[in-house]
């Protein structure tokens, strides 16, 4: 006759299982799987895909090694095979749940080499208590968890920050990039590995770390398959040195020689600053031509189509006090205006998602929150404000 733990370690048993196929599964999907089913129109990273792959892998060889729990009663055999679980987790499960974050920022390639460093010290702690059949040494382990969580929350905040600078300076249009959402994994890993080192011995502990695992493969899942590869958009010989004569470097006809201080000539024989020239080219191939309105637009190619390169023209917006993403978000929320006041001096009816992606927005929501930073005001309520001073 089931009793209420017999029945709770069955269902329990099931759950473990379940994670583990779960696990399994999602890393055959990620590997074989050419495109995302979740988000069709997105090309992810496959450098991305494989790291979360092989995290998956990990996920589920951590839960054959665990499996012997089951089966063993005394206390010392559980103990050991704890041991021999957090040996095997440190040298697998955690390094590529590091990996796997840093590889989710693509502003560079950050090395990989010092994730072995950081996971080195328990690994050695988890092998000599092991050896010697001893938890004299894990207070030390704990205490070593607390100070590589905190380094790790502390280093990923910066570079997450880092990489949204890197975003707002070198793309108009954000969604499907940003990853400030990878935090959210950071915290549920901390978490899951919190409750395991701190809680022994406790069935509802052993509920918490099945549930938080099923929740990240989802979340991880989703977030691969809707983050753009941007490694794609990265155009051979983009990255060029400044256009400078003595470098032999080929100057389209259209373009200054940009030399930071000093005083160029235009292709108009007027005497020019380099942020003269550079505002010169943008009006009129940027703004004049309405390249703005192009999907997607990246800061390489508008200064491909200016005739410079996108180190210059980086320089040139933070001179001015901005970024690219804001240069262009100005400009395409300047055109929504120029087109809902031409559509209600017209009365013609029109549909204000139409009109943003008519202005150069492929997102509502990229949208509303860009004319929100210009203006000020949610859109419908700066239409209704407009409205009423056209009243008066």
Request: proline share 5%.
């Amino acid at each position: 006759m089931y009793d209420h733990q017999t029945q709770g370690e069955f269902f329990y048993a099931m759950l473990y299982g379940a994670v583990a196929m779960m696990s399994l599964m999602a890393c055959c999907y990620l590997l074989f799987r050419r495109s995302n089913a979740v988000a069709p129109d997105v090309t992810s990273s496959v450098r991305l895909r494989r790291w979360t792959a092989t995290f998956f892998a990990c996920i589920a060889l951590s839960h054959i090694w665990y499996l012997p729990i089951f089966f063993l009663s005394s206390n010392e055999e559980i103990m050991l095979n704890y041991f021999v679980g957090a040996l095997l987790d440190f040298m697998t499960l955690i390094p590529s749940a590091i990996a796997l974050l840093l590889v989710m920022l693509q502003d560079r390639r950050r090395p990989l080499w010092p994730i072995c460093v950081i996971v080195a010290p328990p690994i050695v702690v988890l092998a000599v208590g092991f050896a010697s059949r001893s938890l004299a040494l894990l207070p030390l382990l704990y205490v070593y968890y607390l100070l590589l969580g905190s380094g790790l929350i502390i280093y990923m905040v910066r570079e997450v920050r880092r990489y949204g600078r890197w975003l707002r300076d070198n793309y108009a249009d954000l969604e499907h990039k940003e990853v400030w959402q990878s935090l959210v994994v950071l915290a549920i890993l901390l978490l899951v590995f919190g409750i395991y080192s701190f809680a022994f011995n406790s069935m509802i502990r052993e509920y918490i770390v099945q549930v938080n695992n099923m929740i990240l493969i989802c979340y991880l899942l989703w977030r691969v398959e809707t983050l753009s590869d941007l490694s794609i958009q990265k155009l051979p010989g983009s990255e060029v040195a400044p256009l400078i004569p003595e470098q032999g470097l080929p100057i389209p006809a259209y373009a200054p020689i940009s030399v930071p201080g000093c005083e160029v000539t235009s292709p108009d024989n007027v005497r020019t600053s380099p942020a003269q020239d550079l505002t010169l080219l943008l009006q009129k191939y940027c703004i004049d031509a309405q390249l703005y309105l192009q999907h997607d637009l990246t800061i390489i190619q508008l200064a491909k189509a200016i005739g410079t390169n996108r180190l210059y023209l980086s320089q040139y917006f933070s001179s001015q006090g901005m970024n690219y993403n804001a240069y262009i978000n100005d400009l395409r929320i300047n055109h929504f205006i120029k087109l809902y006041r031409e559509a209600v001096a017209a009365q013609r009816s029109f549909a204000i998602k139409q009109l943003a992606h008519e202005s150069g927005y492929r997102s509502y929501n990229t949208f509303s929150d860009a004319f929100k930073r210009k203006t000020g005001l949610p859109v419908t309520a700066w239409m209704k404000a407009a409205s009423e001073r056209g009243q008066s």
